[in-house]
C-alpha cells in the first residue's frame, strides 16, 4: 500500500530534550516536506527536500532540523524544542510533476511543556 | 499578504444542499490547484485536483478554474453530514526543479441534517 509513515503519532515532551519525528515514504517520491498546523495558521511549511542531499527553508523554519540522506526518509528533528513549538505535524512527499499531489502521514501530536 | 486566501467559516448548509467554497491565490506562476478535505485531527485527503480553467466534475464533487481570476472554487453537490469537514485549498507553483505548494486556511464546512 502507498503511504506515507510518521513516528510516534503523539509526543509529549520537555523544553531543551532533543526530539526526532521520523518520516518514510514508499511511493519513490522525489519532493517531501514537513508542515506543521496550528488552530487559526493553517498549514504552514517547515522544510522541504526536492530530492537526496538537497534540502531547504520552508515559511517557518526556526528551531527545526532536516535531514535527507535516503530518498525514502526524511526525519524532523527539534534539537532544543520548546513550547511554542507544541503543534500539529504533517509529513509528506509528492512526485515532481506539476500534476502530483501531497500525500500526507497521519501526523504527530507534539506537546512540549 | 496570504497567498492563497479561504474563507475560514463556518459555511453552514442543510443536507441535500449544494456547498460552494471559495480560494483565491496571489501567485498567477501557479499551475495545479488541489482541494483537500480534512477531518478534526486528521491528516488531509486529497479529493480534487486541477490544472486547467474551466470545470472537472467527480461524483458530488465539481472543482472550478478561472486562472484570469485568479480563483479556485469547489462545489459539493447533495452536502452530507459526512462531508462536514475543513476543506483546504493548495495551489503550486513550480521553477527549475523547485516546486512549492501553499495552503488557505481552510474553510470549516458544517452539514445540517
Known amino acids: 500500500e502507498a503511504q506515507v509513515t510518521q513516528n510516534p503519532r503523539y509526543l509529549i515532551t520537555v523544553t531543551g530534550k532533543k526530539l526526532t519525528v521520523t518520516c518514510s515514504q514508499n511511493m519513490n517520491h522525489e519532493y517531501m516536506s514537513w508542515y506543521r498546523q496550528d488552530p487559526g495558521l493553517g498549514l504552514r511549511q517547515i522544510y522541504y527536500s526536492m530530492n537526496v542531499e538537497v534540502t531547504d527553508k520552508g515559511d517557518v523554519p526556526e528551531g527545526y532540523k532536516v535531514s535527507r540522506k535516503e530518498k525514502r526518509n526524511f526525519p524532523l528533528i527539534l534539537e532544543s524544542p520548546s513550547p511554542n513549538q507544541t503543534s500539529l505535524y504533517f509529513c509528506a512527499s509528492s512526485g515532481t510533476m506539476g500534476y502530483s499531489p501531497l500525500h500526507f502521514g497521519n501526523g504527530t501530536r507534539l506537546t512540549v511543556t | 499578504q496570504k497567498e492563497v486566501e479561504q474563507n475560514s467559516g463556518p459555511l453552514s448548509v442543510p443536507e441535500g444542499a449544494i456547498a460552494s467554497l471559495n480560494c483565491t491565490y496571489s501567485?498567477?506562476?501557479?499551475?495545479?490547484f488541489f482541494w483537500y478535505r480534512q477531518y478534526s485531527g486528521k491528516s488531509p485527503e486529497l479529493i480534487m485536483s486541477?490544472?486547467?480553467?474551466g470545470d472537472k466534475e467527480d461524483g458530488r464533487f465539481t472543482a472550478q478554474l478561472n486562472k484570469a481570476s485568479q480563483y479556485v472554487s469547489l462545489l459539493i453537490r447533495d452536502s452530507q453530514p459526512s462531508d462536514s469537514a475543513t476543506y483546504l485549498c493548495?495551489?503550486?507553483?513550480?521553477?527549475?526543479?523547485?516546486?512549492?505548494?501553499?495552503f488557505g486556511i481552510g474553510t470549516k464546512l458544517q452539514v445540517i441534517p
Open positions: 486541477i490544472y486547467s480553467n
Open positions: 493548495a495551489v503550486k507553483a513550480q521553477s527549475g526543479g523547485y516546486q512549492k505548494v501553499t
Open positions: 501567485d498567477r506562476g501557479s499551475q495545479s
